[in-house]
Nanobody, 117 residues
Framework: QVQLVESGGGLVQAGGSLRLSCAAS????????MGWYRQAPGKQRDLIAT???????NYADSVKGRFTISKDNAGNTVYLQMNSLKPEDTAVYFC???????????WGQGTQVTVSS
């Protein structure tokens, strides 16, 4: 089992920045991919950024060039640096840790990010 706790959300003006953190505990040795999703009201939960244990990253087009995903050396904390925030970035942001074999994924409780215009 893996437990995830997000922090760092809040209210920010358009153009501002926030840094989200996701602290993991438990059996993280089996984890292969870590990522951030977001879900706006009335919309589906979308994947926005991933990082592998080897450090390879991928981003959704909507955040590419503005958001940066990173992790600490131990792999038990994942960050999402969000710059040049826009009102359309407003959502609940969820941390996700995933193992590939056997397939299993874990979610944090979510943290609200609100960007005012």
């Amino acid at each position: 089992q893996v437990q995830l706790v997000e922090s760092g959300g809040g209210l920010v003006q358009a153009g501002g920045s926030l840094r989200l953190s996701c602290a993991a505990s438990g059996s993280i040795r089996s984890i292969n991919v870590m990522g951030w999703y977001r879900q706006a009201p009335g919309k589906q939960r979308d994947l926005i950024a991933t990082i592998t244990t080897g450090g390879s990253t991928n981003y959704a087009d909507s955040v590419k060039g503005r958001f940066t995903i990173s992790k600490d050396n131990a792999g038990n904390t994942v960050y999402l640096q969000m710059n040049s925030l826009k009102p359309e970035d407003t959502a609940v942001y969820f941390c996700n840790f995933r193992q590939l074999v056997p397939p299993q994924q874990y979610w944090g409780q979510g943290t609200q990010v609100t960007v005012s215009s």
